[in-house]
């Protein structure tokens, strides 16, 4: 026998040894994607208190969400190249760290421009932990155990949504938004000695260069689309030349980068990536994901409070359920995930659409249980879906492009998300006005249907008026 045998019980302490470290890396990546899904929902439990004690109106407090999913979509692209600029172990301690401070910074803001621009940079860091890790993980196991491995992998996009609102809403209630931000830090501390312990990176980083021509106009189109959508219904959308300036920016630049795309040697996103007609299909997909996921997220926490009057801790349980739904789903398809994934991807879409069919039969009178359920289902759908898709997406795309493709992918996702809530919001602010107008028209003595106006409220005095006004408000908002 050579010196260089290795005796049976050597290979099976080896293989130990391997499964060990494999699943550490696992639970570090899971834990890092959980950082980062924790932030995304976080603040929404504390839109409310954060809207009174900045002097903010709705659709401005929501720059505080939607600005981070833009910086957000905005830094994801650039992950791969990050990647093989300065390797992975370095980039995921590097973006945690600086994750860490611009968190500690929200907490810190005192006013609304600031919490913004610190939001912004906590979406930036936090940009290249999901699909870093996901690309980690696709090198470190084998194919076969990829489905397995994501639904795992995702429980950690699923914890965040539930510990977040649930832990925010409470410290939001008992003393005030800004330890929503600061709870984030303890978090951050884990995940840095985690990552530091066993993400071990080879690559010492390659001096490639960027397309920086593709990489500006990409960002400059998705930004300038954000703010064309976030601003439309204010300016009263085209009519403004505000608006137009916008959309011609937005134009202008996705024209450039699409040309860029396509004449650079090295362009900062390969065309080529859409050869692959599973990992095409994906993108849109996940585009369709991202407009379902955050949504209600954003909306029904305003709803909540300004229409029903709940407390923030308890809007935390109810969207902590949003997220105990989709953790179900995930330990649900760690079994399930040998079934096709056509009947998965069918089954989560009619959860959603049945989600939203209960959610829009709501009324003024909301009860707990009324919200919690459709918001749970909506999360099992969620949960459904990202299996799946991602399954899809990455079956048959080559080794060599996966950093490249899961930027891409979250970035569909992102955008999906920050476009849907932007529409969303717009829809809301003017539903409301029209609603508003009709209601005022109706509100007499002589109108039976709206009785309550002058039979239940005393009309002949300021005090009186400003109570119906009120009333008139909350009504419109919740149609």
């Not at 800004?178 to 830090?185: A, G, K, T, Y």
């Not at 028209?441 to 119906?468: H, K, M, P, R």
Request: hydrophobic share 55%; charged share 10%.
């Amino acid at each position: 026998m050579s010196a260089t045998s290795v005796s049976p019980e050597q290979d099976i302490q080896h293989n130990r040894v391997d499964s060990l470290r494999r699943n550490m890396i696992l639970l570090t990546c899971t834990g890092v994607t959980f950082l980062y899904a924790m932030t995304v929902s976080i603040a929404n439990v504390a839109l409310p208190q954060m809207q009174g004690a900045l002097s903010a109106t709705a659709d401005q407090i929501s720059w505080v969400v939607t600005i981070n999913i833009v910086a957000t979509a905005v830094a994801t692209p650039i992950s791969g190249w990050l990647t093989i600029r300065f390797g992975r172990r370095r980039l995921i301690l590097g973006c945690v760290t600086a994750f860490a401070l611009s968190s500690l910074l929200c907490g810190l803001a005192n006013s609304l421009t600031s919490l913004v621009i610190y939001r912004a940079l906590q979406g930036a860091f936090g940009a290249p932990l999901v699909p870093v890790s996901q690309a980690i993980l696709a090198d470190t196991f084998p194919k076969h155990m990829h489905g397995k491995v994501m639904a795992i992998f995702g429980m950690g996009a699923v914890m965040g949504p539930v510990v977040g609102p649930v832990v925010g809403g409470y410290l939001s209630e008992a003393y005030n938004w800004r330890w929503v931000f600061f709870m984030i830090l303890p978090f951050t501390a884990l995940a840095l000695v985690a990552a530091w312990a066993f993400i071990d990176d080879k690559q010492q980083g390659d001096k490639t260069r960027l397309d920086w021509i593709g990489f500006l106009s990409l960002a400059i189109s998705l930004a300038a689309l954000q703010i064309m959508l976030d601003r439309g219904e204010r300016a009263d959308w085209f009519e403004s030349p505000e608006i137009l300036l916008y959309a011609c920016i937005a134009l202008l630049a996705f024209y450039v980068f699409v040309v860029q795309s396509f004449t650079s040697d090295k362009p900062f996103l390969r065309p080529m990536l859409l050869l692959d007609r599973n990992f095409a299909l994906g993108l849109i997909l996940v585009f369709i994901f991202g407009m379902l996921n955050f949504t209600p997220m954003t909306i029904l926490p305003s709803m909540l409070q300004q229409v029903s009057g709940y407390p923030d801790a308890i809007i935390g349980y109810i969207l902590g359920a949003r997220g105990m739904g989709t953790l179900l789903a995930f330990f649900m398809l760690i079994w399930a995930i040998k079934l096709d994934p056509r009947l998965l991807l069918c089954c989560g879409f009619i959860l959603q659409g049945y989600a939203g069919w209960k959610m829009a039969s709501l009324d003024i009178n909301v009860g707990v249980s009324d919200i919690a359920w459709p918001i749970f289902w909506q999360g099992f759908g969620v949960g459904v879906l990202w299996v799946p898709i991602t399954v899809v997406a990455f079956q048959t795309l080559k080794s060599e492009l996966v950093p490249e493709g899961t930027a891409v992918f979250h970035l569909l996702r992102n955008i999906g998300s920050s476009v849907h809530i932007a529409l969303s919001l717009a829809l809301i602010l003017r539903m409301t006005k029209i609603s508003s107008a009709q209601l005022t028209e109706s509100v007499n003595t002589s109108n039976q249907e709206t009785s309550w106006a002058g039979g239940s409220y005393v009309v002949d005095t300021l005090a009186g008026l400003s109570v119906v006004s009120g009333e008139v408000r909350r009504q419109a908002l919740m149609i």
